[in-house]
């Protein structure tokens, strides 16, 4: 009997003593995590792996700190076959999120919602994990999170982006404009309005929230274009010029910014800076020049330089003879060039013969009615 009990109490001392130095070993680990010894932490275990749920925990911990994220997830899922705790759960499936195991992610964040149906965070983050596999009934994720929380913006994000996909615009709008009334400087959902607005063709209310971004936050360059493109379909000249020029800081050899600002300065009247950016146009592109030719064309004609217009115009048609306005503007800078109209009959004559069987030709009236008008007058000319 005395060694019944000899060893018994043996045994559980030394189950004490383990479980003593098991939680000694936790809360060195602890320590060293506090003051950032991450490396000596992980030197502790060189040769095992922790046993206890809070040896796990506490390195996992320590691996996340140094961003060996796989580390912690298996040490994250050895732990939670002990104990299924609350916030270790939550961090375990983020942790899985952020090395897009999705599937993983999925269940886990499943389990916890089924657990916890009232918690927003849990039903906003498994709308995440779902975003992968393209589920066509991933708003109800979202705007469960908003019922749950009306404040959650990252939830009004991530709905008004969903409808943004599949083209729901006006749903996509509605669901920015009522997280901008939790947060009217948003940077996220602010961006994304003004983009929705954009894609949907409202220009001038999309110029609205652009330029609200514009105040609090540095634009990028993609939607610097959708502004300026915004600007110049409103025909706010100055302000496509403005956001022409930002664009050429960020860019100054694009032949693109080059060609677009050329052509609103064209619009403008003021034909000098068309030209030049014309001609920076033509020096940064090394294919298609037509369209810049083009502009460059008007250019001259607005400064009068018929002779050099008409030459510039000709180079248009000899890259694309389906320029329908480069007939037009070619023949007018030859009409105001030559007195003498049977120099001019022959531009007017090559629109006739390109674009006479062109049933949505755009410029035929007005150009054949001017070709009428020029034969009619060489005609009473002659009879003279």
């Given at each position: 009997?005395?060694?019944?009990?000899?060893?018994?109490?043996?045994?559980?001392?030394?189950?004490?003593?383990?479980?003593?130095?098991?939680?000694?070993q936790a809360s060195q680990l602890d320590s060293l995590y506090a003051i950032g010894e991450?490396?000596?932490?992980?030197?502790?275990?060189?040769?095992?792996?922790?046993?206890?749920?809070?040896?796990?925990?506490?390195?996992?911990?320590?691996?996340?700190?140094?961003?060996?994220?796989?580390?912690?997830?298996?040490?994250?899922?050895?732990?939670?076959?002990?104990?299924?705790?609350?916030?270790?759960?939550?961090?375990?499936?983020?942790?899985?999120?952020?090395?897009?195991?999705?599937?993983?992610?999925?269940?886990?964040?499943?389990?916890?919602?089924?657990?916890?149906?009232?918690?927003?965070?849990?039903?906003?983050?498994?709308?995440?994990?779902?975003?992968?596999?393209?589920?066509?009934?991933?708003?109800?994720?979202?705007?469960?999170?908003?019922?749950?929380?009306?404040?959650?913006?990252?939830?009004?994000?991530?709905?008004?982006?969903?409808?943004?996909?599949?083209?729901?615009?006006?749903?996509?709008?509605?669901?920015?404009?009522?997280?901008?009334?939790?947060?009217?400087?948003?940077?996220?959902?602010?961006?994304?309005?003004?983009?929705?607005?954009?894609?949907?063709?409202?220009?001038?209310?999309?110029?609205?929230?652009?330029?609200?971004?514009?105040?609090?936050?540095?634009?990028?360059?993609?939607?610097?274009?959708?502004?300026?493109?915004?600007?110049?379909?409103?025909?706010?000249?100055?302000?496509?010029?403005?956001?022409?020029?930002?664009?050429?800081?960020?860019?100054?050899?694009?032949?693109?910014?080059?060609?677009?600002?050329?052509?609103?300065?064209?619009?403008?009247?003021?034909?000098?800076?068309?030209?030049?950016?014309?001609?920076?146009?033509?020096?940064?592109?090394?294919?298609?020049?037509?369209?810049?030719?083009?502009?460059?064309?008007?250019?001259?004609?607005?400064?009068?330089?018929?002779?050099?217009?008409?030459?510039?115009?000709?180079?248009?048609?000899?890259?694309?003879?389906?320029?329908?306005?480069?007939?037009?503007?070619?023949?007018?800078?030859?009409?105001?060039?030559?007195?003498?109209?049977?120099?001019?009959?022959?531009?007017?004559?090559?629109?006739?013969?390109?674009?006479?069987?062109?049933?949505?030709?755009?410029?035929?009236?007005?150009?054949?009615?001017?070709?009428?008008?020029?034969?009619?007058?060489?005609?009473?000319?002659?009879?003279?």
């Amino acid at each position: 009997m005395y060694k019944f009990w000899k060893t018994t109490i043996q045994v559980v001392l030394a189950c004490l003593l383990i479980s003593f130095k098991a939680q000694s070993q936790a809360s060195q680990l602890d320590s060293l995590y506090a003051i950032g010894e991450y490396s000596k932490a992980i030197g502790l275990y060189q040769n095992q792996i922790p046993s206890t749920f809070n040896e796990r925990i506490s390195l996992a911990k320590i691996y996340l700190a140094k961003q060996q994220n796989s580390k912690a997830i298996n040490l994250y899922k050895l732990a939670l076959n002990q104990k299924q705790v609350l916030k270790h759960r939550f961090t375990y499936a983020q942790l899985l999120l952020g090395q897009k195991q999705y599937k993983v992610a999925d269940s886990v964040l499943t389990q916890l919602h089924i657990d916890y149906p009232k918690n927003a965070e849990f039903v906003y983050q498994l709308g995440l994990s779902k975003k992968q596999s393209n589920t066509t009934n991933l708003d109800q994720y979202f705007a469960k999170a908003i019922a749950l929380d009306s404040t959650h913006l990252r939830a009004y994000y991530e709905l008004a982006y969903f409808y943004t996909n599949i083209k729901s615009y006006k749903k996509a709008q509605e669901t920015c404009l009522n997280a901008l009334k939790i947060d009217s400087k948003h940077k996220k959902i602010l961006g994304l309005l003004a983009q929705v607005l954009y894609n949907d063709h409202a220009y001038k209310l999309a110029l609205t929230y652009f330029k609200a971004f514009d105040k609090h936050y540095g634009v990028p360059e993609f939607m610097l274009k959708k502004m300026a493109f915004s600007a110049w379909y409103l025909q706010d000249l100055e302000l496509a010029i403005n956001y022409y020029n930002r664009l050429l800081q960020l860019e100054p050899k694009s032949y693109r910014y080059h060609q677009n600002i050329a052509k609103v300065y064209n619009a403008s009247g003021n034909f000098k800076s068309g030209m030049r950016h014309a001609f920076s146009a033509l020096r940064n592109k090394d294919v298609s020049q037509a369209k810049i030719y083009y502009e460059l064309g008007v250019a001259f004609l607005g400064t009068k330089q018929y002779k050099l217009a008409v030459s510039t115009f000709e180079k248009v048609i000899d890259e694309t003879p389906s320029y329908e306005l480069a007939y037009v503007k070619l023949a007018r800078a030859a009409d105001l060039l030559y007195q003498d109209k049977s120099k001019v009959l022959p531009y007017f004559e090559r629109y006739e013969t390109y674009f006479d069987e062109v049933e949505d030709a755009d410029y035929k009236d007005f150009m054949l009615r001017r070709l009428s008008d020029i034969r009619r007058k060489l005609h009473f000319d002659s009879a003279k």
